[in-house]
Nanobody, 122 residues
């Protein structure tokens, strides 16, 4: 099974930027990678996903501000977060679905990272 290690979380001011990384161990190339987040006191929500052919999908709340990318040789996905808002404050989880089709990510996830906290202040 895969192990996912996240990094890059921290504190930022509104309007600033942060980039999260998610490294997957092993030879996990043909799979969907993406991010969920859970704001304090709220339900977990989808953020972004990227298929192995680098097709992408974003939640409306982050569209135009966040960019997801991947390096298949490194088994790493990235989430570049720009124009951050206080409502982006959440625990961000990297996730993987072994299905190469991006649609599979929304219904199930095979592996989860430990989560990394992002805090955005005004």
């Amino acid at each position: 099974q895969a192990q996912l290690v996240e990094s890059g979380g921290g504190e930022a001011q509104a309007g600033g930027s942060l980039t999260l990384s998610c490294e997957a161990s092993g030879r996990f190339i043909r799979h969907v990678m993406g991010w969920f987040r859970q704001p304090p006191g709220k339900e977990r929500e989808f953020v972004a996903a990227i298929g192995w052919q680098k097709d992408t999908n974003y939640a409306d709340s982050v569209k135009g501000r966040f960019i997801i990318s991947r390096d298949n040789a490194k088994g790493t996905a990235y989430l570049q977060m720009n124009s951050l808002k206080p409502e982006d404050t959440a625990l961000y989880y990297c996730a993987v679905n072994k299905n190469p089709r991006i649609s599979a990510f929304f219904t199930s996830q095979d592996y989860w990272g430990q989560g990394t906290l992002v805090t955005v202040s005004s």
